[in-house]
């Protein structure tokens, strides 16, 4: 049996893609499409939606099914349940994200961060809660949910944010042991700085110059952004082989780094650079 036809029986017929349009969803719906999976593609933007379903189909011969939708409406569960259709997914791809921008919490409409904890939270629970009971009952299956290496600790100007990727980090691990014994895989991945249209529309600046503290913090970050085709490639490599990756070499040694620095001083990092990528000025703590 060939490592493709493996692929296909484990985490086939088809693959359920949110934010699978463009960025590292698309990446992820390239790869898997060459693996002769057929793709559902849930997005926002129809058009771009459009262009990632004609380019799959002509590249790769499968079936492309997509969908426009809001991940965070309240009837979420009903409109995926519909649009499978009764289609056998055997793979899942929480890759929904937002341009979040950056800002103090209480400079920042509550809205903006209400909608980051449906679509980061709520978004990949009522999906795994869905879709994970059928691959459960079958057997077999994968479950690829998206995190982000600003997980690792709280972050000013992105603190929602770094929140909700924390909450599918710990989450993905809580699935790893629970649905393992049924055969179905599940997968925490934990990206970087990744070049994504979404990133481009964003308010980060990766060549900001300066040599204030933001700097230093990126430099000890080391923040280098990644191409989505290698974070895609590196979280299918490992599928199966444990709850959490983190995509990069370089994010991986970064990871290692924090993990032996003190909680206080890895905030403080993450804060300072965070405000660089931004163009933001940190406040002055009244600590000093």
Same mark, same amino acid.
């Given at each position: 049996?060939?490592? %493709? ?227 895609a490639r590196e979280a299918?490599e490992h599928l199966g ?23 206080? %001083? ?23």
């Amino acid at each position: 049996m060939t490592d %493709e036809v493996s692929f296909q029986r484990r985490y086939g017929p088809w693959a359920l893609i949110a934010g699978g349009s463009e960025g590292i969803g698309r990446s992820f719906a390239l790869q898997l499409a060459s693996r002769g999976l057929h793709l559902i593609l849930v997005a926002r933007r129809q058009e771009r939606l459009e262009a990632t379903a004609q380019e799959i189909h002509e590249r790769f011969g499968v079936q492309v099914s997509q969908h426009a939708e809001d991940l965070t409406a309240p009837d979420l569960e009903r409109r995926l349940d519909t649009l499978v259709a009764g289609r056998e997914i055997g793979m899942l791809v929480y890759n929904a994200g937002a341009t979040h921008g950056a800002g103090l919490l209480l400079d920042t409409p509550l809205e903006d961060a209400r909608k980051l904890v449906h679509l980061n939270c709520l978004g990949p629970l009522t999906a795994v809660h869905l879709l994970g009971s059928r691959m459960r009952a079958r057997g077999r299956g994968g479950i690829i949910l998206m995190s982000s290496m600003s997980a690792l600790a709280g972050g000013g100007y992105v603190a929602t944010y770094a929140a909700t990727k924390a909450f599918d980090r710990v989450l993905a691990e809580g699935l790893w042991w629970e649905f393992g014994p049924c055969g179905v895989d599940v997968l925490g991945l934990l990206a970087g700085a990744t070049a994504t249209p979404a990133m481009a529309r964003s308010t980060v600046r990766y060549d900001r110059a300066g040599t204030t503290a933001g700097q230093a913090a990126m430099q000890k970050l080391s923040i280098t952004p990644m191409d989505p085709d290698d974070v895609a490639r590196e979280a299918l490599e490992h599928l199966g082989h444990g709850p959490i990756w983190i995509a990069g070499e370089q994010n991986r040694a970064t990871a290692e780094r924090l993990s032996r620095t003190p909680r206080e %001083e890895v905030i403080r990092l993450m804060s300072e650079a965070s405000a660089k990528l931004h163009g933001l000025a940190p406040p002055k703590r009244a600590d000093g």
